[in-house]
């Protein structure tokens, strides 16, 4: 699809990735609404940018998601892509985890998402995008993150068979399945201490990669 005066949704812009995506895109255009857990980064966002909107959006609400949904999408008069850019972790040994994280982490990194999706889908223009960060976790499960890499693995396959229903309307569906980077999505796990990992990927590539795999409707995003 072409980025130049598209219509884009970008839910949880206002996390390290999501900010830099927008940064690149505002390069392409700024028919641009973010959205963030909070209304002030989201709109100090917009601001910097010069996009289009703010909202605030928390994803384990919903009917109140879908609803800011459908006012971006009268703002925008619909959309060209959407990304989601939502994310967290938790860490420790799948037998002790807390049933209320577990549920936290399905919501932010699946359910969410999910229902952003389902409510932006009647304003998406045919032969447009939706991406949304998976990550590399969803395929490569480790020691000591087994709901966060499930609630990965839930969304991946949920978007695998999305995207088989909407090749009728030539809808890419793009899921990003990047690598460890630093972001400080660790630090800021809902659970437990993270285990060794190895030195975080350049964000700088993985935003271009994601630019990348919009532009050319890409099934899946990966680093090297």
């Keep these: 699809m072409d980025l130049n005066g598209a219509r884009i949704l970008v839910v949880g812009a206002t996390g390290v990735l999501g900010q ?4 690149r895109l505002g390069e392409h255009t700024t028919e641009i609404v973010v959205t963030g857990r909070s209304a002030a980064d989201a709109e100090r966002l917009r601001d910097r940018l010069g996009l289009r909107a703010a909202h605030a959006l928390d994803l384990v609400d919903h009917d109140q998601a879908a609803a800011v949904v459908r006012t971006a999408a009268e703002e925008l008069g619909g959309f060209d892509a959407v990304l989601v850019a939502t994310g967290v972790a938790a860490f ?3 037998a002790e985890e807390d049933e209320a994280v577990v549920e936290e982490l ?3 990194n699946a359910l969410g998402p ?3 999706l389902r409510a932006a889908l009647p304003h998406l223009a045919d032969g447009g995008a939706v991406a949304v960060l998976t990550g590399v976790v969803a395929e490569l499960p480790v020691a000591g993150m087994a709901a966060y890499a499930a609630s990965k693995a839930a969304m991946a396959s949920w978007l695998g068979s999305l995207r088989r ?4 309307r030539r809808i890419a569906v793009v899921d990003a399945r990047l690598p460890h980077m630093d972001t400080g999505l660790v630090d800021r796990a809902l659970a437990g201490p993270p285990p060794t990992l190895p030195p975080g990927h350049n964000i700088d590539d993985a935003v271009a990669a994601v630019e990348l795999g919009l532009e050319h409707g890409v099934r899946e995003v990966r680093l090297d």
């Design 20 to 23: 830099r995506l927008c940064e």
């Design 92 to 94: 420790g040994p799948a």
């Design 106 to 108: 399905f919501e932010v």
């Design 114 to 116: 999910m229902a952003v």
């Design 165 to 168: 229903e909407l090749r009728r």
